[in-house]
Every structure is written in structure tokens, then in C-alpha cells.
């Protein structure tokens, strides 16, 4: 069965400072990997996501993810972290054959000005 | 930009009360979701719905859960009989067709049960 681990319940950085969330999955085939971000009283907002090719993905609002096989994970990484980034963020694996997405716990990320 | 969108965004109801969450899914879409998240604890599948029939559900989608899609344009979930461990955040999504789509979520919709 997939799954996903999130080690970090929560991160404080600094506005202006690098950001990486970690994420590490389980599962024996290549995965299907994806970041949501949950600003407060919002939806899940898919920010990037990786199927296959080049390991180095962008996204959205200025996000970038590594997918590393040889350490099964999916870092998240922003260079320079604004307030409105603020949110609970949260990693994924899919399966190729499946629709359905195996959460992570989730990484609440606090700005500070 | 379409989105999900879901009604109430707030339900208290006491144990032993049916609810009824409603999810307006994206229009063209073909593949429609529930998730749910227990405070502090991962966001789980329920259930995923296609052609006006359950595709795949999750253990924790038993028979005080069920859904339909009575109108073409919206999406519920019902628990006949809430439990106080029933007390959590409903997602619903949708996605259009295909391995490659991507999931549109609602904002949720807080179960509290009282």
C-alpha cells in the first residue's frame, strides 16, 4: 500500500527566507506525486505535480519540487517565502492505476514578518 | 475560473441525526469525490462516483454513508446516523477524464457532532 509521510506538523520561517517542506512516499512503482496548498477557509489548491520526465518541477506562486527516487521524496521548495504563503500544505501519491490520492499529514507553515 | 463549491460551510447536528453535505462539482466534469480530514489527522478518501454510480470507496464508507447525484449538477453525501467520531472536515472534488486529471477540491463543509 502507498503512503506518504510529512515529518515536519509545523515550520516557521521567516518573510524573504527559503522554504522546504518535506515529504517522503512509499510505494513500489513510480509514483504519481503532487503538493496541495489550504490557505484558511479555502479548498485544496493543487500547486505542482510530477508524472514522469524531468525530476525538477515548477508550479504555481513561484513553487518547485524534486522528485528523488534513490530517497522516495518530494521536497517542496520556495526561495523566498511571502506572507500570503502561510498555509497548511499538503503532500500526495497516486498510483498509476488509480484516481484516488494518499494524503500526507500535513505541514502548517508560518510566516513571519 | 470554475470551482467546487460546497454547501454549508459550517453543519452542527446531534448524534443520531441524517446530514446531508452538497457539493456543486466543476460542469464538465466526469468523476466526482468525497474526502474527509478528522482534526489533526490526515485528509482520507470516502468515495469516488462515476457515471451515476460509486467507482471505488474506502473502508470507511459504510452503509450510514451514501451519495447521489439526484439533479445533474450536484453532488451529496448523506451519513444516516452521525457518530461524534463523524465530527470532521468534508471535502468534495471533481475531475474531468482520464489518469492525468488533475482533482478539483472544494473549500469543505465542518461536520460537528454534538
Known amino acids: 500500500a502507498q503512503s506518504v509521510t510529512q515529518p515536519d506538523i509545523h515550520i516557521t520561517v521567516s518573510e524573504g527566507a527559503s522554504l522546504e517542506l518535506r515529504c517522503n512516499y512509499s510505494?513500489?512503482?513510480?509514483?504519481?506525486l503532487f503538493w496541495y496548498v489550504q490557505s484558511p477557509g479555502q479548498g485544496l489548491q493543487l500547486l505542482l505535480k510530477y508524472f514522469s520526465g524531468d525530476t525538477l518541477v515548477q508550479g504555481i506562486k513561484g513553487f518547485e519540487a524534486e522528485f528523488k527516487r534513490s530517497q522516495s521524496s518530494f521536497n517542496l521548495r520556495k526561495p523566498s517565502v511571502h506572507w500570503s504563503d502561510a498555509a497548511e500544505y499538503f503532500c500526495a501519491v497516486r498510483s498509476g492505476g488509480s484516481y484516488i490520492p494518499t494524503f500526507g499529514r500535513g505541514t502548517s507553515l508560518i510566516v513571519h514578518p | 475560473e470554475p470551482e467546487v463549491t460546497q454547501t454549508p460551510s459550517h453543519q452542527v447536528t446531534q448524534m443520531g441525526q441524517e446530514v446531508i453535505l452538497r457539493c456543486v462539482p466543476i460542469s464538465n466534469h466526469l468523476y466526482f469525490y468525497w474526502y474527509r480530514q478528522i482534526l489533526g489527522q490526515k485528509v482520507e478518501f470516502l468515495v469516488s462516483f462515476y457515471n451515476n454510480e460509486i467507482s471505488e470507496k474506502s473502508e470507511i464508507f459504510d452503509d450510514q454513508f451514501s451519495v447521489e447525484r439526484p439533479d445533474g449538477s450536484n453532488f451529496t453525501l448523506k451519513i444516516r446516523s452521525t457518530k461524534l467520531e463523524d465530527s470532521a472536515m468534508y471535502f468534495c472534488?471533481?475531475?474531468?477524464?482520464?489518469?492525468?486529471?488533475?482533482?478539483?477540491f472544494g473549500p469543505g463543509t465542518r461536520l460537528t457532532v454534538t
Open positions: 510505494y513500489g512503482a513510480t509514483p504519481y
Open positions: 472534488a471533481s475531475s474531468g477524464q482520464g489518469a492525468l486529471s488533475e482533482q478539483y
